[in-house]
């Protein structure tokens, strides 16, 4: 491609409304843009940013009315369980994740899982992987308790603030 096409390229993405030109022939390579392009990508907050949210649990009581009483905490039947379910939950505490990734419950395929259900959790304690562009966190508790629902299935994406654990406080 010689200067003369290069001029003639640059021309016609001013005239038209075509916003970028990009061009490959044996090896040469050429991106165009046009002014009004280049001038929205500088704009101020045009750009969307990433914000590193810190890696820390936030744990959440959740509040749906009185404490069950030990008989509702046994597993009820399916028509049941929707009737008993905001009852057997109201004070249980929701670990959420921190941030967008994929959910692990284990470090490896091979190993146990951090936690399962019914295990005795303190602050600090491991309670999975949550991995986002290969770097794999560990996300841990900040509450005392026990676990009593784990609500991610294992290797699944995940979203910020999706709850991953019900936990019932100590």
Do not use: W
């Amino acid at each position: 491609m010689d200067f003369k096409q290069i001029q003639e390229l640059i021309k016609l993405v001013n005239k038209t409304n075509v916003s970028e030109v990009k061009i490959e022939d044996n090896g040469f390579k050429i991106t165009i843009r046009s002014k009004s392009y280049t001038e929205a990508i500088n704009q101020p907050n045009t750009v969307p940013t990433m914000v590193q949210q810190p890696i820390t649990m936030a744990a959440n009581p959740i509040h749906a009315g009185p404490p069950p009483e030990p008989a509702t905490l046994k597993e009820a039947p399916a028509s049941d369980a929707a009737a008993s379910a905001p009852r057997a939950e109201s004070n249980l505490i929701e670990i959420k994740s921190p941030m967008i990734g994929t959910f692990y419950r284990s470090s490896t395929p091979e190993k146990p899982p951090f936690v399962k259900v019914g295990d005795s959790i303190n602050v600090g304690s491991v309670l999975c992987i949550v991995e986002a562009m290969k770097l794999f966190n560990e996300i841990e508790s900040e509450v005392n308790g026990t676990i009593v629902k784990i609500l991610v299935e294992n290797a699944s994406p995940v979203e910020y603030d999706t709850p991953l654990f019900l936990v019932e406080p100590a």
